[in-house]
């Protein structure tokens, strides 16, 4: 005679194989979306840390820009070495997004940051000079009637060459 615990266990042999299979198949699924979601996180991560890198290293372009503007006398702007004049059509500044000539050209900033693809650059272009406010400006003598306008731009590279910002600033001297 065949008992009941035999006859029921062949059976819930297969069922529990089958149930066993589904669920590693959905463990497997589970874990390779567990690994993709964690690959891309650090992908993110790592962008975020160019972008950030490369903002920081615009800053300190930009703000040596402004501080060369704060020379007793200041060089010609004759389109060479990043000095551009915005009222000569010959030495007027190049369009800072599509100049091809960023990494040769323009001025470099004095201090080497580390951890950048290229060190940052900045050009400055003389514009129109403009009436004085009443009451003048911080970098603006009291004295003159007319303020000289500039405008810094500034190009900063992250960790690596295609993470970039471009900051400008309009200087009033």
Known sequence: MISRETKFGSRQRGVVLVTGLIFL??????????????????KMAGNLRDETLALQAAEAALREGEMFLQQITLPEFDGSNGLYDHKNPETQAPNPITWSEWSTSGRIITATLTGVASQPRYIIEQLIPVPAEKG??????????????????????????????ILQSDYRR
Request: negative net charge; hydrophobic residues 45%; proline residues 0%.
């Open 25 to 42: 198949v959905m463990m497997t699924l589970l874990g390779i979306t567990a690994i993709q979601t964690t690959m891309l996180e650090e």
């Open 136 to 165: 003048g400006s911080v970098q603006q003598s009291a004295t003159t009637m007319i303020s000289n306008m500039y405008r810094v731009t500034a190009r900063g590279v992250g960790g690596t060459e295609s993470a970039v910002v």
